[in-house]
C-alpha cells in the first residue's frame, strides 16, 4: 500500500507555462466572445470536451449519444473534422496526442514556452476556424479513449491550455477491470484476429506487467512506471485507474471531471447522459444551453463485445487478475472518495440514491 500511495501525488503545471499563457505575446483571441466554454486559438476552436477512456468501459456509446442528442436539439458535438487532419475519415477518436505526439512528445511540450506553444497551435490547426462556428453552440471534443494509458496527459493539457484550462471537462469512463480486459479480447478476436485463447492473453499480459513492477519495486504502476513500461502495452495497466483520475483531479480540479460507471449508465442511461449534457453546458455561460429530458434522452447501445460471449477467464486467473487489481481498486475508491467530497460528478448515481454522499460503492463499480 505504501508503494500505491507514492505514486497518487499532485503534479502542477510548471509554473513558466502559467505565465506564458498569462501574455498576449502568443496571439490568443477568440472571435470576440467570453472564453468560457470555447477556447479560441490563434483562430481555431480546441476542444473543451475530453473523453479519454478507459478502452472498451463504454466511450464510444457515451459519445455517439451525445452527438445525437445535441443534434435533436441543432448543436453539433464535433470531434476532429479538418481534411488533412491526422485521422481525416475517423468521426470519434482523433488520437492526435497519443498517435502523432506521443508520451515523450507530450513531456517535450512542456520544456520550454516555445514548444508549448508550437504545441497548442498544431492541436489547433485540426479543428474548425472560430469565424466557421461564429455561433459558438458547437461543442469541440476530443474522445480518444487511449489518452487515459498516457502519463501525466490531463496535468501536460492544463500546461497547454493555460488560463484557459476551466473552460475544459474531462468525462472518464470506467468499469470492472477483468471484465474490461475480456472486453479487449473479445475485440481483438473481433478486428484483429486473436488467436490466443482468453487465459493465454491474460496471463501473457499479466505476466508481463508484473515482471515490469517487479523491476520498479512497485505493486501496481504509477505515472513514472508505466513510462518505463510503456513498450509492454499490456491491456492489464489500462484497467488501473486511480492514476490518471488523480492527474485529471490535480489538473483540472474536481468539479471539471465526471466520471462515468458503466453499471450506473447502463441501469439509468438517460439520467446519467442529462447530468453530462448539465455538466459540459455548465462551462458556458453564454452559448445556448441544451434542455435535456431523461426520460427521452436514448442510450447509443454499448458494443457488444462488452457482454455478448458465452466464456471468461477460468477461474484460476480470474483470480490471478482480482489478486492484480484488489489493490489498485481500493486505491481508486479513495481517489474517488477525494474527488466526490470535492464536487467531482458522478452521472446518474443520484438518481440510484446509492448513498446520501452519492459515493459509489466498490460493488457497485466492479458490478459492470
Known amino acids: ?30 472571435c470576440g466572445v467570453p472564453w468560457d466554454g470555447h477556447v479560441c486559438y490563434h483562430g481555431r476552436l480546441l476542444p473543451t470536451v475530453i473523453i479519454p477512456g478507459a478502452q472498451k468501459a463504454g466511450t464510444s456509446s457515451i459519445f455517439y449519444s451525445l452527438v445525437k442528442l445535441y443534434a435533436g436539439h441543432g448543436v453539433h458535438f464535433h470531434s476532429i473534422i479538418r481534411q488533412g487532419s491526422f485521422w481525416p475519415n475517423q468521426t470519434k477518436e482523433p488520437h492526435y496526442w497519443d498517435k502523432r505526439v506521443g508520451i515523450r512528445g507530450m513531456r517535450e511540450c512542456a520544456a520550454s514556452p516555445a514548444a508549448a506553444a508550437a504545441c ?15 455561433n459558438h453552440t458547437d461543442r469541440m471534443v476530443d474522445a480518444t479513449p487511449a489518452y487515459m494509458r498516457m502519463p501525466f496527459f490531463f496535468s501536460n493539457l492544463a500546461s497547454i491550455y493555460g488560463p484557459h484550462s476551466p473552460s475544459i471537462r ?18 481483438a478476436v473481433s478486428l484483429f484476429k ?41 491491456f492489464a495497466f489500462a484497467g488501473v485507474y486511480a492514476f490518471p483520475l488523480q492527474d485529471s483531479l ?46 427521452a434522452a436514448s442510450a447509443v447501445e ?48 443520484a438518481f440510484l440514491n446509492e448513498s446520501t454522499s452519492m459515493m459509489p460503492s466498490l460493488s457497485t463499480i466492479l458490478a459492470s
Open 194 to 234: 486473436e488467436r490466443r485463447t482468453a487465459d493465454e492473453m491474460a496471463m501473457h499480459e499479466l505476466s508481463n506487467a508484473e515482471r515490469c513492477l517487479r523491476n520498479h519495486s512497485l505493486l501496481v504502476y504509477d505515472n513514472e512506471t508505466y513510462e518505463a513500461c510503456v513498450h509492454l502495452r499490456s
Open 170 to 187: 474531462v468525462i472518464m469512463c470506467i468499469r470492472n477491470p477483468v471484465r474490461r480486459l475480456f472486453s479487449m479480447y473479445e475485440m
Open 250 to 295: 490535480d489538473a483540472f480540479g474536481p468539479r471539471q471531471v465526471a466520471l462515468v460507471i458503466m453499471s450506473v449508465y447502463k441501469k439509468v442511461p438517460g439520467h446519467t447522459l442529462c447530468e453530462i449534457v448539465h455538466f459540459i453546458d455548465s462551462s458556458d455561460d453564454h452559448g445556448e444551453h441544451v434542455h435535456c429530458e431523461p426520460d
Open 1 to 30: 500500500e505504501s508503494h500505491l500511495r507514492r505514486g497518487i501525488r499532485t503534479s502542477a503545471p510548471p509554473p513558466f507555462l502559467k505565465l506564458l499563457f498569462a501574455t498576449s505575446a502568443l496571439g490568443l483571441a477568440c
Open 120 to 134: 497548442a497551435e498544431l492541436y489547433a490547426a485540426q479543428y474548425w476556424t472560430c469565424a466557421e462556428r461564429a
Open 302 to 349: 454499448i458494443n457488444a463485445w462488452h457482454t455478448a460471449s458465452r466464456s471468461f477467464f477460468s477461474p484460476a486467473v480470474l483470480r490471478s487478475l482480482e489478486r492484480f487489481y484488489s489493490s489498485a481498486n481500493l486505491l481508486l475508491m479513495e481517489v474517488i472518495e477525494n474527488g466526490v467530497s470535492g464536487g467531482m460528478l458522478v452521472p446518474g448515481l
